[in-house]
Every structure is written in C-alpha cells, then in structure tokens.
C-alpha cells in the first residue's frame, strides 16, 4: 500500500517528489494520482479548502491509494483532528518555531492522554468496521508530522524540534523565512545557511528533510543539504506553465 507505507519510504530517506494542490477539487487529486508522483499536499493554509472540500479530496485520495498530506491553516488540535480522521497520511504545519510548539502538535496528531480524540466512526478508522488495537497501530506506523521551519527561531532551534518523539520531519519554508531575515528573494546566504543547519539537525535526529521548490532543477541543488523530500510547485504552476507555453507556440506560428 502506497499510504501505508509513505511514512517508512520517507524516513528511509527514499526521493520522494510530490505537489501541493491549490484548486479544492477531487479531480484534480484523480489525475495527480494517474502521475507518478508519490505523494499530494493538500494546502489548506493558503489555499480555500474548507472541510467540506477536504473531506472530498481526503477521500478519492484513500481509494486510490495515494498519500495525501494536509499543510493545516494553523496547529490547533482542531485543525489536526479533522484532517487525520478524514483520511490525511499526515500533516505539515507552519510556524513550528519552538520546542514546546512541535510537542503540542507532535501529541494532537497522536492518540494518548491529551493527544487525538479517538473515534471508530470516521473515514480513517473505516468507519466503525475495524478494531481499537488495530487502529492504534495504525496510527502509530501510518500518521506523518511534519513541522515546518519558516522563522530564524525555527532554525535555531531545529535540533531541538526534530529531537522531538513523533516529529517525524522538518520543511523548511524557503519564502517565509527569507521575509523573516528581511530579504527580497530566496537567494540569500541567510537562507542558504538556515538550509544547511536545518538539515544537519534532521540527519543526526534521524528525522526526514524537506522543502517547497519551484522545479527539478532547484530540488537537485537542494538534495546537497540532505534534502530527500520534495514539493514541487503546484498544479496551478503547472496548468499557468502549460497554458503559457501552448498559447506562445501558437502565437509564434507564422500565417
């Protein structure tokens, strides 16, 4: 099972290429999953997803037996609890900038006292039909955490957060942060530093690396920091990308 495995391949440090989707739309996880890639990231941070819509992608994502993470708009207990019984492999949270931080959502994302609220009745649990022992482990091999590293508070305390039982990854976001320390782009050596410090953090926690980038390309360059994990872009830059390039091909054609 790709779902069920997705956790192990990506702390085994397998390259693992994925997308996040920005159109809240059950489709377009259909035919992202007809692509090769190996997993989908569902953005409800910036993207409109409400639960409604979540639900939906959630679901085709678990039929077909593609992993779909979730980027929640904010860690509360809330936004986890919903994401995780609706079907998501695992979450990426932004703003993990603390220790205390990454334990609160390291135990929102887990069952145990204060942790998950358990429910037998949802999608992930298949919907009643299968057993409390069996779904704790589930949950234990399956469920992915993923604190996201976009302020320099982050980076300096990454070896602390990635020391954290039930992290289980570190993203980098390579935008926010290069705002945080002020600059303009994302070429900056500040960043190019807090990319090498974060990933020396994740290697020695054994914990898996990440990050946004917008190509092959830049994932190539990137994967010298320890990098294994990859978003690349997005539908939309994809579809912008597409459409650009047929609609200069037509032009050019000379009547």
């Known amino acids: 099972?790709?779902?069920?495995?997705?956790?192990?391949?990506?702390?085994?440090?397998?390259?693992?290429?994925?997308?996040?989707?920005?159109?809240?739309?059950?489709?377009?996880?259909?035919?992202?999953?007809?692509?090769?890639?190996?997993f989908v990231c569902l953005d409800a941070e910036h993207a409109p997803f409400d639960r409604g819509r979540l639900d939906a992608c959630?679901?085709?994502?678990?039929?077909?037996?593609?992993?779909?993470?979730?980027?929640?708009g904010s860690g509360s207990a809330e936004n986890i609890l919903q994401a995780l019984d609706s079907g998501a492999v695992g979450l990426v949270v932004p703003h993990v900038f603390s220790v205390e931080r990454a334990e609160e959502?390291?135990?929102?994302?887990?069952?145990?006292?204060?942790?998950?609220?358990y429910a037998g009745s949802t999608r992930w649990a298949g919907y009643t039909a299968r057993k409390m022992p069996d779904l704790l482990t589930q949950s234990?091999?399956?469920?992915?955490?993923?604190?996201?590293?976009?302020?320099?508070?982050?980076?300096r305390s990454a070896?602390?957060?990635?020391?954290?039982?039930?992290?289980?990854?570190?993203?980098?976001?390579?935008?926010?942060?290069?705002?945080a320390y002020g600059k303009t782009d994302q070429g900056s050596e500040d960043l190019l530093t807090a990319l090498r410090?974060?990933?020396?953090?994740?290697?020695?926690?054994?914990?898996?690396?990440?990050?946004?980038?917008?190509?092959?390309?830049?994932?190539?360059?990137?994967?010298?920091?320890?990098m294994t994990t990859f978003f690349l872009a997005s539908e939309q830059s994809w579809v912008l990308a597409g459409a650009r390039g047929?609609?200069?091909?037509?032009?050019?054609?000379?009547?």
């Open 246 to 255: 047929a609609a200069q091909g037509v032009h050019s054609i000379r009547g």
């Open 58 to 72: 959630l679901a085709l994502a678990r039929a077909l037996d593609f992993p779909a993470l979730v980027r929640v």
């Open 197 to 226: 410090d974060v990933g020396t953090a994740a290697q020695a926690a054994g914990k898996a690396y990440m990050s946004f980038v917008p190509d092959v390309a830049k994932a190539k360059e990137w994967a010298a920091y320890g």
């Open 140 to 155: 234990r091999d399956e469920t992915v955490v993923i604190a996201q590293i976009e302020e320099p508070e982050g980076v």
């Open 105 to 117: 959502i390291a135990r929102a994302a887990r069952f145990g006292h204060h942790g998950r609220g």
């Open 1 to 38: 099972m790709r779902t069920g495995g997705f956790r192990q391949r990506m702390l085994a440090g397998e390259i693992l290429a994925g997308t996040f989707l920005k159109t809240p739309a059950y489709e377009m996880v259909e035919v992202l999953a007809l692509s090769g890639l190996d």
């Open 159 to 179: 070896a602390d957060i990635a020391a954290v039982t039930g992290i289980d990854g570190l993203f980098v976001g390579p935008a926010d942060l290069s705002v």
